[in-house]
Structure formats: structure tokens, C-alpha cells
């Protein structure tokens, strides 16, 4: 069912319903969402994924989650976007293809702006904006490797406690978080917001699948619109830092990337993390740490252009 974005309201359809829909946005895209509406009255739960268009562990999540859930079960609703950027996840890019914009650098968008900007303009005004709590699927997609992990805000006690029973062993806090992306928008709105990392690498992994699909239940638990309360969760490690992936160690040349440290590995200030080498093996660049930590982030695809993000490093709070 097609449904004009502008006109979306969750409560015009039926309680106790299961609703696929695409969200039309004129000259732009169509893009697809779950609505879940249960029986009773009660909180909403927003999830998306795909926002970055190589990243396919919280589509599969979402999809299985939605095809499992009984609406009849539930009191309040769940809005689901599967897929946010529908010309990148057909083109299994990170960022659009048709302007190349990075969506998760652009919110809340412009309804008048860029191709990427009017989808980002959609998915913060007429479905973030109907969020109790907003959760962001993402994964290390094709070109980074990412901890398995939840990520929360350590200002918000709703968004602390919610990484608690989400079920995911690595939680990640965030003191701040850059603007233009989907949880700062939902931040400036007052919705307490989680977002996931996992492996990625154009994969998706059981192990990761899970996390997110557990997780999700354990929110709807949480959040009261599933009944029961989410068992409990064993947290092997806390990392704190900013998490910005793209204020990391960063590329100045054109080369084959040698990884010398791995994730999740402790790292003193001016350890060498990797090189960069020619296709004959030239000692192009040295990577080194600029402070103690650990590694949250590597680049995983071997490739590296001027300006890639290589590594990132987080501090450990347990």
C-alpha cells in the first residue's frame, strides 16, 4: 500500500494490524515501512535500517522481528523502516548513488533539498518524530569492522538504562554525538534513542543477526509493549568516546591497507596500528595511536583513498 509520506498518521490504521507500506515522497523515493499497531494503547517503538545502503544486518532483523510479532500481543505500536535509503541499498553503496550524500550526516534533511536530503526530511518528520524510543540498526557494511555493540547516550537515563537490557555484550557511551545524524536528530526532539555496530563486511552473521532481533524484543519489553521484562544481559565490555568514525585515524594517499592491530585491542599513544603500501610494497604512510585506548574501529576493506576513516579508538569504562 502506497501511502503519501505527509499524510502518515500510525493511529488511521486498524488496531491489532500488521500494515506493509511504502512512504511516497514525490520526485524523490518510495520508501518502505513496517506498522505494527497492537491491540491496546501504549508506546511507540521506531526502528530503522539501511540508512547506509551496505549495511543488511537490521534490514534481516527488522524483516524476521515484523514477520514473528502478533500484533493482537502488543499495547502500543511499532513503525519499522527496513530499508532508508532504497537507492544505496540497491547499489550496495554506503552512501547514495544518486548525489552521493552520506544520509547519516544530513538529518533532519530539507524537504526541498538534495534527492538524499528530502528521504532524511521524511524519515525524521514522519517517523522518528512518532517515537516513545528510536533505535538505529547499522554495522560495520562493506568497508569498516565494528564491534558487535549497542550504542547509547551516558547524558540520558532512558537511553542508559535501555542499553542495559538490550541484550548486546559491548556497550558503547556517548557523552556527545555529532549533529546530522538520525539519533541526534531524535536527541534534539527529546526521544531517548540506541544504535547498533556489528561486523559487517556485506554479511550478515547468526551471531549479529540475533543481537539486533533480541534486541528489539527486549526494547518492546522494556518500552511495555511486549508483555514480560527482558531477561537479563551479561556486558563484557563498556567503551566511552565520541564514536565518530569519520574523526579517526585518517588516510592522506591512495594505497593497500596492512592492519598491525585488531578490534577491540588495547593500544598505547605511538603504537603503529598500520601501514600503507604500494602494489609493490612502498612504505607509503604510518599510522600510529594518538592516544591510549581501544580499538573500536578498523578499516576492513584493504583499498584506501585520501580522506577514509582508518581507525578509531574508544576508552574502556569496565
Known amino acids: 500500500m502506497i501511502v503519501e509520506a505527509v499524510n502518515f498518521r500510525p493511529e ?124 538505529d540498526l547499522h554495522s560495520g557494511g562493506i568497508t569498516y569492522r565494528m564491534p558487535s555493540m549497542v550504542g547509547y547516550s ?8 535501555a542499553a542495559a537490557i538490550f541484550g548486546a555484550s559491548i556497550l558503547w557511551g556517548h557523552e556527545q554525538i555529532a549533529p546530522g545524524r538520525t539519533i541526534s536528530y531524535a536527541a534534539s526532539k527529546g526521544i531517548p534513542w540506541l544504535y547498533t555496530e556489528a561486523r559487517g563486511a556485506g554479511r550478515i552473521h547468526p551471531q549479529d543477526l540475533e543481537m539486533m532481533k533480541s534486541g528489539i524484543y527486549n526494547l518492546l519489553r522494556h518500552l511495555g509493549i511486549l508483555p514480560g521484562a527482558p531477561p537479563s544481559a551479561a556486558i563484557q565490555w563498556r567503551l566511552q568516546g565520541e564514536g565518530d568514525t569519520d574523526a579517526g585515524v585518517t588516510a592522506t594517499k591512495t594505497g593497500f591497507l596492512l592492519h598491525k592491530v585488531h578490534l577491540l585491542q588495547t593500544v598505547q599513544k605511538g603504537q603503529l596500528l598500520g601501514t600503507l603500501v604500494s602494489p609493490t610494497g612502498e612504505l607509503l604512510e604510518e599510522y600510529r595511536a594518538e592516544k591510549a585506548g581501544i580499538v573500536g574501529m578498523v578499516h576492513e576493506f584493504p583499498i584506501v583513498q585520501p580522506g577514509d576513516s582508518l581507525f578509531l579508538l574508544a576508552d574502556r569504562d569496565l
Not at 155 to 161: L, M, W, Y
Open 154 to 161: 551516558t547524558t540520558d537515563p532512558r537511553s542508559t538504562a
Open 12 to 135: 488511521s490504521f486498524p488496531p491489532a494490524s500488521c500494515n506493509r507500506l511504502s512512504l511516497h515522497i514525490p520526485d524523490t523515493a518510495d520508501v518502505p515501512l513496517l506498522l505494527l499497531n497492537g491491540s491496546r494503547p501504549g508506546k511507540t517503538l521506531v526502528v530503522t535500517a539501511g540508512v547506509h545502503g551496505d549495511e543488511y544486518e537490521g534490514v534481516r532483523a527488522i524483516l524476521e522481528v515484523v514477520q514473528e510479532l502478533s500484533p493482537q500481543t502488543m499495547s502500543g505500536r511499532l513503525i519499522a523502516v527496513p530499508v532508508a535509503n532504497p537507492p544505496a541499498f540497491w547499489q550496495g553503496m554506503r552512501t547514495s548513488p544518486v548525489d552521493g550524500q552520506n544520509m547519516a550526516r544530513i538529518m533532519p534533511g530539507s524537504s526541498t533539498g538534495t534527492f538524499s536530503e528530502r528521504i532524511a526530511f521524511t524519515l525524521a518528520h514522519n517517523v522518528i518524530d512518532f517515537a516513545d524510543f528510536y533505535l
